[in-house]
């Protein structure tokens, strides 16, 4: 974490949503002092507005990767969403409270994991022949999470739109759509390799350790420890396979939560489970509406099953 990155994790939470809410009391001031600005003026304050728009959609992207990840260190697996305490019905609680899809909040997230985590600073996103920077839209980053390999994809996007500044986010989807989706018998990797089991069983010690220290933890961290290792221990598989597994041991039986324990765009998913019911593998139904809460909007809800 950066020096002014601590230095505003440690003033108080009001003081930095003042500071966003007087951008956008701002704003009307902005507009209407345009007329008297020369033309140089005003192409550096639509330059300045273009940048403040790509952080203001960076900043809530990482605000629901961080809702994600406080849902699940509360615990929860799929198949607890019957009771409304699994990882999808928390995240469709905290949608509804902001008024957007669940969707929204699992491909914000996976937008910051993808792109923006590991790399911060401005000096890391730089690439050969072009920079992450060129791409202000967040459509880029849509197109690109479609893909089999997101973050080369980004890159490619960042080149061709350093090359041809017309490169434009429908080119990008052109791009994208020009690749086909694997087939169901691709093989995927297992997710336990050497490094992966070194910081797992130091995870466990840990977990331990705090359940020692603090006793009151010692549900929370089984819970946790129990939710890692369904993840840990998925072994090689086809694409068929793990989301045959998904659904029939973890109990994720529905579009997004699939796509997202895939950690693959749900685009490419549905496909993928369209297939798998076209082939008679799977087979669908649409949610009754017994099952729907009473107030629920929104269509019905596609579960998948084994038929």
């Not at 900043?59 to 409304?84: F, M, N, S």
């Not at 699992?106 to 985590?117: D, G, L, M, P, S």
């Not at 350790?209 to 933890?217: G, I, S, Y």
Request: proline fraction near 5%; glycine fraction near 6%; charge should be negative.
């Amino acid at each position: 974490m950066s020096k002014s990155a601590t230095a505003i994790a440690t003033e108080p939470a009001a003081q930095t949503i003042d500071w966003m809410n007087a951008i956008d009391r701002r704003a009307d001031e902005i507009i209407q002092a345009l007329p008297e600005r020369t033309e140089e003026e005003v192409l550096e304050i639509r330059n300045s507005a273009r940048a403040l728009g790509r952080a203001a959609w960076r900043i809530e992207a990482a605000c629901d990767a961080a809702i994600l990840d406080r849902v699940r260190l509360k615990g929860g697996r799929g198949k607890r969403d019957v009771d409304e305490v699994g990882v999808d019905a928390a995240v469709r609680k905290v949608a509804a409270e902001l008024g957007v899809a669940p969707r929204t909040i699992y491909q914000n997230a996976q937008i910051h994991k993808t792109f923006f985590e590991e790399t911060p600073e401005r000096a890391c996103r730089s690439i050969e022949d072009g920079t992450l920077d060129h791409l202000e839209e967040k459509e880029f980053y849509k197109a690109a999470l479609r893909s089999p390999e997101p973050r080369e994809t980004l890159e490619h996007f960042a080149r061709q739109k350093a090359e041809d500044p017309n490169f434009s986010t429908g080119d990008a989807w052109k791009v994208v759509k020009g690749r086909a989706v694997p087939p169901l018998h691709t093989e995927l990797p297992a997710i336990a390799d050497d490094a992966v089991m070194r910081a797992w069983r130091e995870y466990i010690t840990a977990g331990q350790n705090l359940a020692q220290v603090v006793p009151a933890a010692g549900e929370s961290i089984k819970y946790a420890i129990d939710d890692i290792k369904y993840i840990i221990e998925t072994p090689a598989q086809t694409v068929q396979g793990r989301i045959i597994s998904l659904i029939q041991n973890q109990g994720i039986n529905e579009l997004d939560p699939i796509a997202h324990a895939m950690q693959q765009h749900r685009d490419v998913v549905k496909v993928w489970l369209n297939r798998m019911v076209e082939d008679g593998t799977l087979s669908s139904r649409q949610q009754i509406a017994e099952e729907r809460a009473p107030g629920a909007r929104g269509p019905a809800r596609t579960y998948y099953e084994i038929a």
